[in-house]
């Protein structure tokens, strides 16, 4: 039987390390991998940027 997942379009970067170490290959990665995300500095101070002690409103 063939494999279902060698029809797939897409496929993921190559990883290096193992276990709770493994990530992507950053010197495999391109822009066609959609590794740019230039406003996350922004984001991570607009949520950082909470008093303490305020939390999520529950939904």
Partial sequence: MTDPLDKATAKAPPTVGEGCLSRYDPDALSPEDGTEFPD???L???LNDKPQGE???NQ
């Fill in 40 to 42: 996350a500095a922004k």
């Fill in 44 to 46: 991570w101070d607009e």
């Fill in 55 to 57: 939390s999520e409103p």
